[in-house]
């Protein structure tokens, strides 16, 4: 509004949905002329019978549907037959085609978001920022985690978040900018949205053999305050800044679970829909009384804090080239693990944060000859990463695991089972994973990136990244040994950082048109994207790599107007984007698929500037 104020405000809208019809043309042309819904009626009709009634939805909706798809397939089609099945698996045959038993056009993703940015010139060198942000999740996914015809393990998950950030930021230089400051505050809240709220999953494994509905109420708060600053000593050493910062982090975390276990005659899926009422909400369950709660736990408030810095040099040698070292401290919050976890394993509900200490050293390159120009980024780093946070996974234990050593303590004064013929107490554990502050590792990598460009017309350029993880030790709590010892689980032997790739790659080429085209600028663009093998719980997620093409015709007849052709995953690759079933001991591993090939177009026009 004015020429000392400047305020950015954006919005963002997307919903996404799953495939349309996809359940419906299961049954053209199959043994059956009835949808599920008509023979589900048809067998209902008149009958009061509770048990009776729920054969009539077990048969129309998970039986029936199974018999539909198979006729279409052939009954020796491995995604209808289980041996089948593990033979194709153990061919590595693995991008099957997945059969569902649940409509994937029900299962949809809306995220809306508002940021705005309101920028003060406080004077020549000093500057107020103001960021703030609102962003909503409303999510509902509905997935046959095997794959195939036979509802052996059918899942449907809810969450609605609404995440509220607010950053204050003072900035400016003193000095002659000799010295160059950032101060500031940070807020964060991620709070429920409605039914649902973290996580609200229904699993069903095996006709209702098990058969149970978890919902988690989880609220995260984070504060900070920060500071950073940059001294030049030039009169020391041309081109050499010193820099130091530090932040004070407070972090708070609380939660309330349910959890409903269903009869096997029950309903095949209790949350079938985005707007099902079978969620139990928040006041429900912080009653411990309402639909569909059958146990309910409230977690007070965790709380944690940790000062984490950064110290460095850097030294631009010239205009065109730099070196700097830099020492850090990072920093994970701790957490819950929920449900409420057996008195046995009592000292594992909460884990506390990890903490990462490394250094850095690099350059920045840069070069022109003649009409050749290019840059080069190199960088080493090797940290020590202590309490690493390691998930180990308890799926599949639900019913109890008898542990001998917790005869005696809270809870299990008695025996009420045996292991082997030796005494134990019966633990239970809900919950599907737990985190554990089990490791200390070593962290080193190197990455490099560059350009370079021939021409005015032509950019090449490329990256990589390589990060070795060492384990220095693995040291679980010894009620945790105990309880997977007696599970007949192995002992973690190898920790590898969640979500974390050995090698990245990327490649790409940039073209431009010297002439005007229609009185715009055209450009061509190809990129290279290679991801490596990363870990999610106890699963193996594939590497992968994507194409991705793009033509755009910029400022077209000097009237603001571009339009951009894009293809992105070029040559259709199966992408493994994370795991569905990521537990080894379900026996079927299941994976999310990125996005197939994606053609489209962008229109964009800037308004009041060409």
């Known amino acids: 509004p004015t020429d000392w104020i400047k305020n950015v405000t954006v919005a963002d809208y997307s919903k996404i949905r799953g495939q349309a019809g996809f359940v419906a043309d299961s049954f053209v042309g199959g043994i059956y002329s009835r949808t599920p819904a008509a023979i589900q009626a048809y067998l209902s009709n008149g009958v009061t019978d509770p048990s009776r009634l729920a054969f009539a939805d077990i048969y129309a909706n998970q ?23 593990a033979e194709a698996a153990k061919n590595s045959v693995g991008d099957r085609t997945s059969f569902v038993t649940q409509d994937p056009w029900l299962a949809r993703s809306i995220i809306k978001g508002i940021s705005n940015t309101t920028t003060i010139d406080l004077a020549e060198n000093h500057q107020l920022k103001n960021i703030f942000a609102i962003r909503t999740n409303d999510n509902f996914s509905n997935t046959t985690l095997t794959g195939l015809a036979t509802p052996i393990i059918n899942t449907a998950s809810r969450t609605r978040l609404k995440q509220t950030t607010e950053e204050l930021q003072l900035s400016g230089s003193f000095f002659k900018d000799d010295l160059k400051y950032t101060v500031g505050g940070f807020f964060y809240d991620e709070k429920p949205n409605g039914r649902g709220g973290y996580q609200a999953l229904e699993v069903n494994t095996f006709f ?10 989880l609220h995260n708060k984070s504060k900070a305050v920060y500071g950073q600053f940059d001294y030049s000593l030039h009169q020391l050493l041309e081109g050499l800044t010193l820099t130091a910062g530090a932040r004070q982090t407070w972090d708070e975390q609380s939660a309330c679970t349910t959890s409903m276990n269903f009869n096997p005659f029950g309903p095949a899926m209790v949350v079938t829909s985005a707007g099902s009422k079978a969620i139990p909400t928040e006041d429900e369950c912080r009653a411990g009384a309402g639909t569909n709660v059958g146990t309910a736990q409230i977690f007070d408030t965790a709380k944690f804090k940790k000062l984490t810095y950064t110290l460095g040099a850097n030294w631009q040698i010239s205009p065109s080239s730099m070196v700097y070292v830099a020492r850090r401290r990072g920093y994970r919050a701790g957490g819950y693990n929920t449900p409420v976890l057996d008195p046995f394993l009592a000292g594992l509900q909460t884990f506390a944060p990890e903490v990462l200490d490394d250094w850095e050293v690099g350059t920045k390159l840069r070069f022109r000859s003649g009409g050749m120009s290019g840059t080069l980024d190199l ?28 005869i005696g303590t809270p809870g299990h004064a008695t025996s009420n089972c045996s292991l082997n013929g030796t005494p134990g107490s019966l633990v239970i554990v809900n919950g599907a994973t737990m985190t554990s502050n089990a490791g200390t590792l070593t962290i080193r990598g190197i990455e490099a990136a560059g350009t370079l460009s021939p021409n005015p017309y032509v950019t090449l350029s490329g990256s990589f990244s390589y990060v070795q993880v060492k384990v220095d030790s693995i040291s679980l709590p010894p009620e945790l040994l105990a309880y997977l010892t007696a599970a007949g689980r ?3 032997s190898d920790i590898q950082i969640q979500g974390q790739p050995k090698w990245t790659a990327n490649a790409g080429m940039n073209l431009r048109y010297p002439d005007k085209v229609l009185g715009g600028d055209l450009s061509a663009s190809l990129d290279f994207h290679y991801t490596g093998s990363t870990r999610q719980v106890e699963l193996a997620i594939p590497s992968y790599h994507q194409f991705d093409l793009r033509v755009g015709l910029d400022n077209v007849g000097d009237t603001g107007l571009s339009i951009a052709a894009y293809v992105k995953n070029l040559t259709n690759e199966t992408i493994y984007q994370g795991g569905g079933a990521t537990s080894l001991s379900l026996g079927v591993p299941s994976y999310i698929l990125g996005a197939p090939r994606i053609i489209g177009m962008q229109v964009r026009y800037n308004f009041g500037g060409r």
């Open 63 to 85: 039986i029936i549907p199974q018999l539909a798809q198979c006729r279409l397939r052939g009954i020796n089609d491995p995604r209808c037959d289980v041996n089948a099945a």
């Open 379 to 406: 960088a080493a780093f090797t940290g020590k990463d202590k309490g690493n946070q390691l998930p180990i996974s308890t799926s599949g234990l639900a019913a109890g695991v008898c542990v001998p050593s917790a």
């Open 208 to 217: 209702g053999l098990s058969h149970n509905l978890a919902t988690t109420y």
């Open 490 to 492: 192995p002992e973690p």
